[in-house]
């Protein structure tokens, strides 16, 4: 898994233009962020090779970053809080890819 932050880069150009690299690589830019076309964390069969791109505290994933992801995952909560921390959703996502990467035997031993 290749981890990104929105930040990594320091344009937009530079970093739309890496993700469109890695996907011609062969790579699936999984977003983070609750939108209409969402899927459950745990529902979706996580490639294996992907870029988990997370976006910043209380803006979530900027527009033009939107339109270049494959699948956006939200985490499931209960309650009335609507977001999680940025690092809480990126260790919670890297888990779960993890968890799929060794349950399909493809990440090594525990």
């Not at 469109?20 to 209409?36: H, N, W």
């Amino acid at each position: 898994i290749v981890l990104t932050l929105v930040r990594l880069l320091s344009t937009m150009q530079n970093l739309l233009e890496w993700l469109r690299i890695k996907q011609s690589e062969g790579y699936k830019v999984v977003g983070v962020e609750q939108t209409s076309a969402s899927v459950s964390i745990g529902e979706l069969e996580f490639p294996e090779k992907a870029v988990l791109l997370l976006g910043k505290e209380k803006e979530g994933i900027p527009v033009p970053y939107l339109q270049c992801v494959d699948v956006c995952v939200e985490i499931p909560q209960l309650g009335i809080i609507r977001s999680l921390n940025v690092h809480v959703s990126g260790a919670i996502s890297i888990w779960e890819y993890t968890k799929q990467m060794l349950d399909k035997g493809s990440g090594g031993s525990s």
